[in-house]
């Protein structure tokens, strides 16, 4: 049986309506229970569409959390594009030690735990959160090359974990803070290096 | 009721067997299922010795569990003792990366997630684990500093995050590798840091 919403179907006027609905009751779960509590069956109640238009858009429960995670997360800290990469950087990097400080860390450390049962979940995750950041975090880099700021033939990828692995780890182990001193330290910690410099 | 090994107690003179066996039957359960499946009904089965007598020596299942799985990990790649404090914590680095990418990797993130719900097990991680692992760490960094190798008024907890978390980022969402190659580049990236170095 289709409710008033699913008669339309994807296509139509309301579609992206219907997709929003879906989204925001998405999200409302995850924030309410975690991932582990989330279904689709539980979005379909709440969200009034039938589960096959649900699952017309998304393909299992880990595609569409990480999607209403990511609609309402990625608004809260885009990386800046001030004039100073570096600045840049670690404005971003402090916003997300904020966020992981709250509801969000929260919900990032259920999504990790779901991530170790549920290959799709993780798929999901680095797919539509992580390899996207990563992205921007390169963009960055980037820039900051171009202007000198940092240094040429970074391995980009290993750079952003040594950043945010830190971040990560200390979201789930909490044996170090995730305060605004502590991420400007550790962004200090990388960009200087470990080893020693000439005095300038 | 007292088992045979019960009755003696700790303090008596097959105190130190008792508490061997009792470790290596929580290894071997780890090993088999995990710490979500792990109970100290199950260690007290396997080992012969009763619920009472583990009591008395670990507080709960996640202290066990972690020194039964330190007793095995810690001796599979302590921190080298070369000239070179680079070398060794590279050495070092590898090694995780290395017992990460095997049976361990899926133990610690056991442990990891776990540890997302039951405070215990984070705090036994943490204690028993982590912070050993940091302290033995920090004497190689001191090590590095005292022959030039590194550089002075180095935060300790970060540069370890910055090069640790990273492995343990990868372990959890293998959106990268793990590899040797991976794992040197990675040290070479935080040890250079970001930042340009004027030429030698």
Redesign the interface.
């Known amino acids: 049986m289709s409710t008033a919403v699913e008669a339309r179907g994807p296509g139509r006027p309301r579609c992206e309506g219907t997709k929003q609905a879906i989204l925001r009751a998405a999200y409302d779960l995850l924030e309410e229970g975690g991932i582990a509590a989330f279904t689709i069956e539980a979005v379909a109640q709440r969200s009034g569409a039938a589960k096959t238009t649900i699952y017309r858009w998304w393909p299992n429960k880990g595609a569409l959390a990480i999607e209403s995670f990511l609609q309402v997360v990625e608004k809260q800290n885009p990386f800046p594009q001030s004039a100073s990469a570096?600045a840049d950087l670690k404005t971003q990097l402090r916003g997300v030690a904020r966020l992981f400080r709250g509801r969000v860390g929260q919900l990032v450390?259920?999504i990790?735990?779901e991530?170790?049962t549920d290959p799709e979940t993780?798929r999901a995750?680095?797919d539509g959160y992580?390899?996207p950041r990563r992205a921007a975090a390169r963009k960055v880099?980037e820039r900051?090359i171009a202007s000198?700021?940092?240094?040429?033939g970074?391995?980009f990828?290993?750079?952003c974990?040594?950043?945010?692995?830190?971040?990560?780890?200390?979201l789930?182990?909490?044996?170090?803070g995730l305060g605004d001193a502590?991420v400007d330290?550790?962004a200090e910690?990388?960009?200087?290096?470990?080893?020693?410099?000439?005095a300038p």
Chains 1, 2 share one sequence.
């Open positions: 570096i450390s259920s990790m735990v991530a170790q993780r995750f680095v992580l390899n880099f900051g000198g700021e940092l240094r040429a970074l391995d990828d290993l750079a974990d040594a950043l945010y692995g830190a971040i990560y780890m200390r789930l182990l909490r044996h170090g502590a330290l550790l910690t990388v960009l200087d290096g470990l080893r020693p410099r000439p």
